[in-house]
């Protein structure tokens, strides 16, 4: 694969920085929030990949738990933690390096526990996977590590 051959991250797109934990294990990701609409991409580079050179399943689930998350706490206009309750996914396509692969929250519904985000994620070539997740919505703002509530990954990150 060339530098021509990669795919580039469209406009809008800001880089998340880094200081999330786990989710660190994707950078670079890259964020765009619109309303209440989120989006969380990558561009699939050689880490992203598993055995047979296709974006592993596992970066696909955790771009859907970040963006489903992030569209809850959007729609709700709290930006504190919302704990995954259940995440399904559907794959439908393969992710290649070089590929721009974009994951949208796309319906949210929020009540007074719980929450509900569905959406997909795209590539260039079309649908990718599509997601569903349920969230709880604590009356508390969460055990925060350091003691502090980060302004989310939707904001600036941990300690700024």
Known sequence: MTDQDREAVPGGFERLPEGFG???ALQPVFRRVSGETAA????????HVNSMGICHGGVLMVLADMTA????NLARGQLVGSP??????DFIAAG?????I???SEEVSVRRRFAFCSGAIYSSRGRLARFNGTFYLPDHDGMWKNGKTPASVLGEPPGG
């Open 84 to 89: 995954t309750i259940n995440l399904s996914i």
């Open 40 to 47: 969380f991409g990558i561009v699939v580079e050689a880490q």
């Open 22 to 24: 786990f989710n660190d």
């Open 69 to 72: 998350a992030s569209g809850v």
């Open 96 to 100: 290649r390096v070089g590929q721009w």
């Open 102 to 104: 974009e994951a949208r």
